[in-house]
């Protein structure tokens, strides 16, 4: 298995490397290699080892002169001096150095052609060159031919651990990215999707340098050609929602927004299957074929059908396909501006409205405080629903501080004349352990009714307390399960809770409240009522 890719200038002496292997061929290797399976609809299903989600207190930045003063420097990009970075990076290529055979995946992060980069990744497992292959925008035989040198590399040495004693170093896991070098190392953690949002959080400093706003959201596009943004943090319903056979799906999870219009970062979709029915999902249900990876789901050894009501191994399992693999995708991924920009929130309160109409100061305001509950089982440690605020619903993947991609959306939204709605896709009736969980069809229902101008047109009622205004019908949709204090038995519970959810908003705004206008900042809940 010889291979003419001289990976030399990467420090790696490996000679034996698979470069852009075939599916079949990473199947047979993985199973061969790492006890993966093959599951009754033809996915391979695998194991992330301990760590079943993304490690974001092991994320690391290069503290450099030429990025410094661009970085949102804090608890969401922590510092790392170059010194230890090339430490963990030796101790990544060294491991690297060690091993039989490598995997060498080459592929585009961006369908535009002139803001796209190209991104190789150096790996030891099967799973994670299939898992890129999926999810990078994978290059013609031409494209490959003449690929050239990569703007970034990604060496993922997952299975080997991070020295805890050095600098900036807590645990075995370390994952750390240089601009400068345009290099990405893994250590400690064999999760897939740190893979992936390493590249995304590196086109979220990239983007914004050239004018383009870089977006954690969906796209789809209608019948008529208008856009749909959908932003939301995992397990809001951001795939679920952006993915139906009436509209074409450009992208599930990552998005830029040109003067062209928007384009999707990624080459394919990284679905949560858990709970996951052929009923409520049909279009990702029948995505996981072969050809798809199947992160820590439990199948029946003699059946190898998938159970994806089974959590016991996590919340976090997930599905990574070709975005092919949905029937509606539009390929390539480009299309015009949105029309509709719609928040996407999973109230654990059980207090925000199933929607709301925005105006352009509550859209920035909500669109700043990115208000959801963190879904258990996205992050190592979180088992049950909490109350999370993520600037621009997507904190942990910023690089620049978060008023510069609100400005940027701001000025995009008042350009194109895009409107912007809130959709609670969390519960009703009370809060998370009381109440139930927002009916997946009323939220389909409003979403069409915003596709269709329907909610553009009806009255509305004001909340008084976080000043939204609230439609008062829906097609599909009971008239009392759109004013949430209706679903309520007990009204002043509600009204409790209201009140903690608005100083909670307040509080949290306050850290963005100097370098916000005046009518951003009275957006917000009425927090003297509270």
């Not at 897939?192 to 706003?213: C, D, H, R, S, W």
């Not at 943004?229 to 927004?257: M, N, V, Y």
């Not at 390929?331 to 654990?348: E, M, Q, R, S, Y």
Request: with cysteine.
């Amino acid at each position: 298995m010889p291979s003419d890719l001289d990976l030399n200038p990467h420090g790696i002496t490996v000679t034996r490397v698979l470069r852009n292997p075939s599916p079949a061929r990473l199947y047979e290797d993985g199973i061969m290699r790492e006890q993966a399976a093959i599951t009754s609809t033809g996915a391979l299903s695998t194991s992330s080892g301990e760590k079943t989600g993304r490690s974001p207190k092991d994320k690391r930045i290069v503290e450099h002169p030429d990025s410094s003063a661009n970085i949102w420097w804090g608890s969401v990009n922590m510092k790392i001096d170059e010194e230890t970075f090339m430490l963990n990076r030796t101790r990544a290529i060294d491991y690297l150095n060690t091993l039989k055979f490598l995997y060498v995946v080459d592929g585009f992060a961006g369908w535009h052609p002139r803001y796209r980069i190209k991104v190789r990744v150096i790996c030891e497992r099967a799973y994670h060159a299939l898992f890129m292959h999926n999810m990078l925008v994978r290059p013609t035989p031409e494209e490959l031919l003449d690929f050239g040198q990569p703007d970034y590399v990604i060496y993922n040495a997952g299975q080997f651990p991070a020295n805890p004693s050095s600098p900036a170093v807590d645990s075995p896991t370390s994952v750390n990215i240089s601009f400068e070098r345009g290099e990405f190392v893994i250590l400690g953690t064999q999760y897939a999707g740190e893979m992936k949002k390493g590249v995304f959080t590196i086109m979220n400093y990239l983007m914004p340098k050239q004018g383009v706003l870089s977006m954690h959201c969906s796209a789809n596009e209608g019948p008529d050609r208008d856009v749909s943004l959908f932003f939301g943090l995992s397990g809001t319903g951001k795939t679920t929602l952006s993915t139906e056979p009436q509209r074409l799906l450009i992208g599930d999870d990552e998005h830029c927004w040109t003067d062209d219009g928007i384009f999707n970062i990624e080459g394919g979709c990284y679905a949560k299957s858990i709970h996951l029915s052929s009923k409520s999902e049909p279009e990702i249900y029948g995505a996981i074929r072969f050809g798809t990876v199947l992160e820590n789901a439990v199948y029946d050894d003699r059946t190898r059908e998938v159970d994806y009501g089974d959590a016991s191994l996590t919340e976090n399992t997930r599905a990574s396909y070709p975005i092919e693999y949905i029937p509606s995708a539009k390929v390539p991924c480009f299309c015009g501006h949105p029309k509709n920009i719609i928040l996407l929130t999973c109230d654990a309160f059980g207090v925000l409205p199933p929607v709301s109409r925005l105006t352009p100061a509550q859209a920035m305001y909500h669109f700043i405080s990115g208000y959801t509950a963190l879904v258990a089982g996205t992050e190592v440690g979180v088992t049950d629903p909490e109350p999370n605020f993520s600037a621009c619903f997507g904190a942990a993947f910023l690089v620049w501080h978060p008023t510069k991609y609100a400005h940027m959306l701001a000025e995009r939204m008042q350009k194109h004349g895009s409107r912007a709605w809130l959709v609670n896709t969390g519960w009703s009736g009370g809060p998370f352990g009381v109440g139930e969980r927002m009916s997946i069809d009323h939220t389909r229902k409003i979403i069409d009714a915003i596709h269709t101008g329907e909610l553009a047109e009806c009255p509305t009622t004001e909340d008084p307390l976080f000043g939204l205004q609230i439609p008062t019908r829906c097609s599909g949709v009971p008239n009392e399960a759109l004013i949430p204090k209706n679903t309520w038995k007990d009204k002043k519970a509600y009204d409790r809770a209201a009140k903690k959810l608005a100083r909670l908003f307040c509080e949290n705004f306050e850290h963005y409240a100097d370098v916000s206008s005046e009518d951003i900042r009275a957006a917000g809940p009425r927090c003297q009522e509270g």
